[in-house]
């Protein structure tokens, strides 16, 4: 069973710019959630969607925004990128809600220069 | 947002000895706890989940938790060179949104 697929793994952009990150759940995953990790915040909730709806939103400024399409599949676009954006995004799935677990994907390494 | 909190370590054990992580949380409504371990330059991988009080054994890993004192805890037996790595505690809030602490870092010397 295929597992969280992100891409792309890597991605280098510049100040001001916008990037959309893409993630794929585990088949018959319906619930897709996105989180930033740095190394001075460790791992933090971004947000949550259930059947193309954002169910929950972390503390993080209006440019970040995602959306889930009808296959369950997930994107999240950062605007006006900073360089405190610089960090590991990662994706995670689960079956309906987080009670269960959620899986995480290898994640996209944005690096803002 | 709620807190989760946990000793970043390092924390060293000998291999075949018995690594103990702790964390506390500060939301008392949180009905969902979870343990993940995350390899340097890997993604974090869930090892236990736990949703009452007392213990849950998998294997090597036993998980505790204590909602009166706001407490969870995972215990390594027989720890092995394999398990270093970075253990991250996680409570689940608002029903979809995974709340981590910083994470520990175990060292299991062989």
């Known amino acids: 069973k295929a597992g969280v697929t992100q891409t792309p793994r890597y991605l280098i952009k510049t100040r001001g710019q916008q990037v959309t990150l893409s993630c794929s759940p585990i088949?018959?995953?319906?619930?897709v959630s996105w989180y930033q990790q740095t190394p001075g915040q460790g791992l933090q909730f971004l947000f949550e969607?259930?059947?193309?709806?954002?169910?929950n939103k972390g503390n993080f400024p209006g440019r970040f925004s995602g959306r889930q399409f009808s296959n369950s599949r997930s994107e999240m676009n950062v605007s006006t990128l900073e360089l405190g954006d610089s960090a590991l995004y990662l994706c995670?799935?689960?079956?309906?809600?987080?009670?269960?677990?959620?899986?995480f994907g290898s994640g996209t390494r944005l690096t803002v220069v | 947002q709620k807190e989760v909190e946990q000793n970043s370590g390092p924390l060293s054990v000998p291999e075949g000895a018995i690594a103990s992580l702790n964390c506390t949380y500060s939301?008392?409504?949180?009905?969902?706890f979870f343990w993940y371990r995350q390899y340097s330059g890997k993604s974090p991988e869930l090892i236990m989940s736990?949703?009452?009080?007392g213990d849950k054994e998998d294997g090597r890993f036993t998980a505790q938790l204590n909602k009166a004192s706001q407490y969870v805890s995972l215990l390594i037996r027989d720890s092995q060179p394999s398990d270093s790595a970075t253990y991250l505690c996680?409570?689940?809030?608002?029903?979809?949104?995974?709340?981590f602490g910083k994470g520990t870092t175990l060292s299991v010397s062989s």
């Open positions: 969607y259930f059947s193309e709806t954002q169910r």
């Open positions: 996680a409570v689940l809030q608002a029903g979809t949104a995974l709340i």
């Open positions: 736990i949703y009452s009080n």
């Open positions: 088949s018959g995953h319906r619930s």
């Open positions: 939301d008392r409504g949180s009905q969902s």
């Open positions: 995670a799935s689960s079956l309906l809600t987080g009670g269960e677990g959620y899986t």
